[in-house]
């Protein structure tokens, strides 16, 4: 048997390069989640470039850390129903898959990463990245796969992670997996059955919380007191809970401010207005580009239960009452309902989140004091600088392996 490194068309002479990529079909979760690993990785000595890879061409809006660049993928949009499809263009989803995959091969070829981080699907989108992945393998770069803490239902994780061919995808390019959570709330890996040697590859990180990212200033309001703050996400699928919240009743001396998302459709967006028409203690925002500002100031939260939202109210200890998503996906609920057996957050299914059941909740909420939980781990972004120079240390010992090195056995 002979031992061979792989030849590494990312020199450690130059400035580090990092490469993220996300699908990006529904929400912003997958690009906010790697804008947060882009700021910790900028924060490494010298700053690395970063080139993060997305299909939500909203992701130009966020503030981005230094050294950080933005390709935006042709869009693609998930329906309610589960279909995929071309966001913008007037073409067959094949089509849209083999231009979106031509987009990556060429910037990656020419950006040779010395490390790329893949968001939650191994191949990619429709296996749009498979091309990509073998050149970046021959290369040299170090390969991760990023996976949020919950996936799905553990039966329909492992389906859809066999449809997706990952213990192979594993096998083939990956050198580690990192799991953005912490294990002892919710861990997605058992649900997958994974081989030893693919088991071996995997790093819970802890919650991707402490450290988002450097705030915007903290906008300006026009009233005193306390503050609830509504989300939804994107706002592709929020519009219930959107006309809930801002028809919820406040308590004297409480204001709301209700995000809506820039996915909202108009339709849904004009009742969100209509039902918050005339309230002098609610204001309708459709996008923010860094929602630390408002958490700074908000007393206490509604939000729908994706992984960025989370991270973020726990992150501050706010008093939370999460409104999960239950369909096509249970993956809000299922987190939901986890940390409300740990007693960090409040869940109420969506079926049953009417305006009074949010205004009750609200007035007491109000009256709580911030905690921030000490016994979960929140400081995954404190720890990617570490994992991201131990995966460059691995490749600079692969590059400095001659002919001489090889060994037969």
């Known amino acids: 048997m002979t031992t061979t490194a792989r030849p590494n068309a990312a020199p450690l ?24 690993l882009a700021t910790a990785i900028s924060r490494m000595s010298p700053t690395p470039d970063v080139l993060l890879f997305t299909g939500a061409p909203e992701a130009v809006a966020y503030a981005r850390p230094p050294g950080c660049d933005i390709v935006s993928l042709p869009g693609l949009i998930k329906h309610t129903d589960g279909r995929y499809a071309a966001r913008h263009l007037s073409t067959s989803l094949d089509d849209l898959t083999s231009l979106r995959s031509s987009v990556l091969f060429g ?16 191949r990619g989108a429709f296996a749009e990245l498979e091309v990509t992945l073998d050149l970046l393998t021959l290369r040299g770069t170090r390969i991760v796969l990023g996976l949020r803490d919950v996936l ?34 919710c861990d997605p890996v058992p649900a997958l059955h994974l081989p030893w040697a693919a088991a071996r590859k995997v790093v819970h990180t802890g919650y991707l919380a402490h450290g988002r990212g450097p705030s915007a200033p903290v906008p300006a309001v026009s009233r ?138 609200i007035s007491e909420a109000v009256r709580r004091p911030r905690r921030v939980a000490t016994d979960v781990d929140l400081d995954g972004l404190a720890r990617i600088p570490d994992l991201v120079s131990t995966l460059v240390a691995g490749q600079a010992a692969a590059e400095n392996l001659t002919e001489a090195d090889v060994v037969a056995v």
């Open 107 to 122: 910037a990656l070829a020419s950006f040779a990463p010395n490390v790329l981080i893949v968001d939650k699907y191994p």
């Open 152 to 185: 799905d239902e553990p039966g329909r994780s492992y389906d859809e992670w066999r449809m997706q061919r990952g213990p192979e995808a594993l096998d083939r390019w990956y050198d580690q997996v990192w799991v953005y959570g912490d294990p002892r709330v």
């Open 224 to 361: 005193a007191g306390r503050r609830v703050l509504g989300l939804v996400g994107g706002g592709s699928d929020g519009a219930a809970l959107a006309e809930s919240f801002a028809a919820a009743p406040f308590p004297s001396g409480t204001t709301g401010i209700l995000v809506t998302g820039p996915h909202m459709p108009a339709e849904d967006r004009a009742r969100v207005e209509q039902a918050a028409q005339g309230r002098s203690d609610l204001e309708v925002k459709d996008f923010a580009s860094d929602l630390d500002p408002w958490l700074a100031q908000a007393t206490a939260v509604v939000t729908m239960g994706g992984y960025n939202s989370i991270c973020e109210v726990l992150a501050r200890g706010l008093p939370t009452l999460v409104v999960p998503r239950v369909h096509p996906r249970r993956e809000q609920l299922l987190r939901a309902e986890r940390m409300s057996a740990l007693g960090l957050l409040d869940v109420l299914h969506p079926d049953d989140a009417s305006p009074a059941r949010l205004g009750s909740w």
């Open 13 to 36: 002479s130059r400035r580090l390069r990092v490469a993220l990529y996300s699908h990006d079909a529904q929400g912003l979760g997958h690009t906010r989640r790697n804008l947060a």
